[in-house]
Structures are given as structure tokens and as C-alpha cells.
């Protein structure tokens, strides 16, 4: 019995260690190859250490290329995004679990379909309106449609949630005068704080990769965001300066790696909170 466990056990361990090694060394190759000069990039394997650090491609793509642009533009999409997002799903959470309608649970239903909606279904329609109404070439063509797909699992997390706060924390808000919107901003949403920060992270994953909306919406140079502007990296007849591309992944990633080390001990509470009995 003992010996099957430790069998077990050791498969478990071992399935998690591959699991961390296909993570880890993706990035730890773009990291290594982003301090390889040309020539040892040309001469030696990609996944040889580098013969010296060369710090010319960090130099080459942030004074000769549009990256540190393309960095604001990324920036500026996801504040716009994730504060949106926020500023909506959180209260349309509240409304549904705890102000007491007929239709809430109906209208949960309805936002969760929207996560079975691919992206690329809406990408002709939301083309043709956006030529349509000026929208195409501004941010807010990127900004819309993220937070109209980020929504449903904003307020499926938030739900999860909310739906465990006693009621009776409302009941005490409201005897002491206090309206829905007041429970909802002084009470509840300070108390879905694991739950912002896992929404923020989540999202801000998302909209940070986000490639098929901006490469389809944006074709203003001065509008790229990271992703998009990764392209700019290849040369004449195609060639492709690696060493500066993978110094621009690198860049490109250090928001993210930053922001789940910090915050991953928050987003994990935050996934639990609605395993939370009142």
C-alpha cells in the first residue's frame, strides 16, 4: 500500500516537474538568446550559454525601433480594458447575486454564454462597424471588444464571490440607511479585493498578448501595441534580426512575470473565495 502511494506520489511529482520544465525554458531560451551577440547566435547553438553578455540588442530595440511605443500603446489598452472591465462586471455581480430579481440568475446564464463565443466570429461584423461609425484606427476599437470577452468571466468570478457574503451584512448596511449602491461601494467591494486582483491579472494577461484584435484594427504605425510591433524585427527580404527580437520578448514579458509574482498569493485566494461560507 505504502509502496503504490510512492508510486503515485513520485508520477504526481514528476508530471509536475515536466510540466514547470515546458514553461521555464521557452523563456529562459529567449532570455539567454536576448544577450547573444549576431555572430553567436549565428556560430553556436540557441541553446548554448552565450559566449559573452551583449547587451546591443537591448540598445538596438529600445533607441532604434517604435518598442518603447508600442509599450505605452500595450499600457494604455490594458488600463483602459481592465478598468472598464472592472467598473462593470463587479457591480453587474452584485446586482445579480444579491439584489433579489427573478431574472438574476437567467442574466448570469446569459453573460456566461459569451465565453463560449469564439473571437474570430465577431472579427468581420465589429470590422465593418467599426469602418463604419470611425472607430477603426483608435484604441477604443481594441478596448471594446476585450472587455465585451472579458466580462462574462469578470462577473462569473465576482458572482463566486459574492454569493457567499452573508446577507445579513447587507441587512445591517441597510437598516443603518445605507442604499444598494452605497452596501455595494463601501461594503462589498472593498471586501472582493483577492477577487480584483485576480481579475486584474487575469485580464491583464489577456489584453497584454492580445494579437488578432490589434492586428486587424489598428494599421496606424503610431497605434501598435507589443505584440503587433513585434513584427518590426524583420528585415530585408524577410531576414530576421533574432538577437533584438528576443530582447523585445523579454521586455515585452516583464510586466506580466512582475505582476503574477507578486500578486500570485492574492490570485490564488481570490480563485478560492467562493468556497468562503458566511
Not at 465577431?122 to 472607430?135: D, E, I, K, R, S
Not at 484606427?137 to 462569473?156: D, E, H, K, R, S
Not at 494579437?211 to 510591433?229: C, E, M, R, S
Amino acid at each position: 500500500m505504502n509502496a503504490g502511494r510512492l508510486v503515485t506520489r513520485g508520477a504526481i511529482y514528476l508530471v509536475v516537474l515536466l510540466f514547470v520544465v515546458g514553461q521555464i525554458l521557452p523563456l529562459a531560451w529567449a532570455l539567454l538568446a536576448s544577450f547573444k551577440s549576431p555572430a553567436d547566435l549565428a556560430q553556436n547553438p540557441s541553446y548554448a550559454l552565450p559566449v559573452e553578455v551583449y547587451l546591443g540588442n537591448y540598445v538596438r530595440v529600445l533607441t532604434d525601433s517604435n518598442l518603447p511605443l508600442y509599450f505605452l500603446n500595450s499600457t494604455i489598452v490594458a488600463v483602459l480594458t481592465i478598468g472598464i472591465t472592472v467598473a462593470l462586471g463587479a457591480p453587474a455581480a452584485f446586482a445579480i447575486e444579491k439584489l433579489s430579481w427573478k431574472r438574476g440568475h437567467a442574466v448570469m446564464a446569459y453573460f456566461l454564454v459569451g465565453i463560449m463565443i469564439p473571437i474570430f466570429v465577431a472579427l468581420l461584423p465589429m470590422f465593418q462597424a467599426y469602418n463604419t461609425v470611425g472607430l477603426r484606427n483608435t484604441f477604443w476599437a481594441v478596448v471594446i471588444p476585450q472587455v465585451g470577452f472579458n466580462l462574462p468571466i469578470c462577473i462569473y468570478l465576482y458572482g463566486g464571490f459574492m454569493r457567499y457574503v452573508p446577507n445579513s451584512l447587507l441587512e445591517a448596511a441597510q437598516l443603518d440607511g445605507a442604499g444598494p449602491w452605497r452596501v455595494f461601494r463601501s461594503l462589498i467591494f472593498p471586501l472582493a479585493r483577492n477577487t480584483t486582483i485576480t481579475v486584474i491579472t487575469f485580464n491583464f494577461i489577456f489584453v497584454w498578448n492580445e494579437f488578432v484584435f490589434a492586428n486587424t484594427f489598428l494599421t496606424n504605425d503610431a497605434l501598435k501595441t507589443l505584440p503587433v510591433g513585434l513584427n518590426d524585427f524583420v528585415g530585408t527580404y524577410g531576414a530576421r534580426d533574432w538577437g533584438a527580437t528576443f530582447a523585445a520578448i523579454v521586455i515585452s514579458l516583464l510586466p506580466t512575470l512582475i505582476l503574477y509574482f507578486f500578486l500570485n498569493k492574492q490570485v490564488i485566494e481570490g480563485m478560492a473565495a467562493g468556497a468562503v461560507r458566511g
